[in-house]
């Protein structure tokens, strides 16, 4: 059983579209997050969300809009995509309880190419 | 959270221990170091995380100085499996999903055959 999973894992679409990535952990974690990894290999955070709740949003433009029916699913949805959106998108859960130091367990990415 | 400062990169030969070099001095009490590696774009994954006593799991052991203001990760034997980025994150733990790990650049390690 694959704990964290995401759809699609290869994502190839033109600009001006609108996509979801799909993410659901299977670990009954209470916190999911969204990161990103660029051409340069940095990984950024996006969001995290506790059992449905935004909790952190760093920055992200307001086309990126997470959305969690449930806390075992955190999806995320791009509108008008755009050629910088190009990028790897992993997500993340953890048990984040307060003085938890358990590690986060990532899924296997999505590759989003915009051309 | 504290900076950490990491080699770019490094080599080790296969069957050899690896030891990654890790400085975080501006560390604070309340902060845990985590490791974490991702293989050729793959998601990253946890190794192993520790506080102020050395600790030992089955990837790997995490040393980590006195003064806490460095750390060592070491992979003891070695293999191509093994060929990396790995990340030296310092962590303090907070409320219900208000923290975040935020990533370097990292070592990339290359295992010689």
């Known amino acids: 059983d694959t704990a964290v999973s995401q759809t699609p894992k290869y994502l190839v679409t033109q600009m001006g579209n609108d996509k979801s990535i799909k993410c659901e952990q299977n670990?009954?974690?209470?916190?999911m997050y969204w990161y990103k990894q660029d051409s340069k290999k940095f990984l950024k955070i996006m969001f995290s969300?506790?059992?449905?709740?935004?909790?952190i949003n760093e920055t992200v433009p307001n086309r990126f809009s997470p959305k969690s029916p449930d806390k075992a699913h955190l999806n995320l949805h791009i509108n008008s995509l755009e050629l910088g959106d190009s990028a790897v998108y992993f997500c993340?859960?953890?048990?984040?309880?307060?003085?938890?130091?358990?590690?986060?367990?990532f899924g296997s990415g999505t590759r989003l190419t915009v051309v | 959270d504290a900076k950490t400062t990491q080699p770019t990169s490094m080599d080790c030969a296969e069957g050899r221990a690896a030891n990654l070099p890790c400085n975080h001095s501006?560390?604070?009490?309340?902060?845990?170091v985590y490791w974490y590696r991702q293989i050729h774009s793959q998601g990253p994954q946890y190794i192993i995380h520790?506080?102020?006593n050395n600790e030992t799991n089955e990837m790997a052991s995490l040393i980590i100085t006195e003064d806490r203001k460095s750390s060592t990760l070491i992979l003891p034997h070695a293999t191509l499996r093994d060929t990396a980025v790995y990340y030296c994150?310092?962590?303090?733990?907070?409320?219900?999903?208000?923290?975040?790990?935020?990533f370097g650049t990292g070592t990339r390690l290359t295992i010689i055959p």
């Open positions: 670990l009954g974690h209470d916190t």
């Open positions: 520790g506080l102020k």
């Open positions: 994150i310092v962590r303090v733990l907070e409320d219900f999903g208000n923290e975040k790990l935020t």
């Open positions: 501006t560390i604070s009490g309340n902060e845990y």
């Open positions: 969300y506790n059992n449905k709740e935004l909790i």
């Open positions: 993340a859960s953890s048990p984040a309880q307060r003085g938890s130091p358990y590690g986060y367990t």
